[in-house]
């Protein structure tokens, strides 16, 4: 079992940044792949990035150039890098980790773009 908290969410103007953190504990060893998905109010949960083993990385096209994906295998920790933020973004942020055929979500954390 993996166990994943993320943080960082807030309020932020557009054209901000805001940084995410997910805090990875448990079997780490055999996470295979990570993301960031996020879900806003009446939507679907959609993919927003995600970090293989590796280092190779995927974007949904609405956050390509604007986001960054990265992880750090010595805390066991994912960030998501958030720049030039719009109201569109809002949504709350999940965290996922992917060993073999299950996957662990974490509790989201809300990200808020509005001026």
């Known amino acids: 079992q993996v166990q994943l908290v993320e943080s960082g969410g807030g309020l932020v103007q557009p054209g901000g940044s805001l940084g995410l953190s997910c805090a990875a504990s448990?079997?780490?060893?055999?996470?295979?792949?990570m993301g960031w998905y996020r879900q806003a109010p009446g939507n679907e949960r959609e993919l927003v990035a995600v970090?293989?083993?590796?280092?190779?990385?995927n974007y949904a096209d609405s956050v390509k150039g604007r986001f960054t994906i990265s992880r750090n295998n010595a805390n066991n920790t994912m960030y998501l890098q958030m720049n030039s933020l719009k109201p569109e973004d809002t949504a709350v942020y999940y965290c996922k980790a992917i060993l073999g055929a299950k996957a662990y979500w974490g509790q989201g954390t809300q990200v808020t773009v509005s001026s």
């Open positions: 448990g079997s780490i060893s055999r996470i295979y792949a």
């Open positions: 970090i293989r083993n590796g280092g190779s990385t």
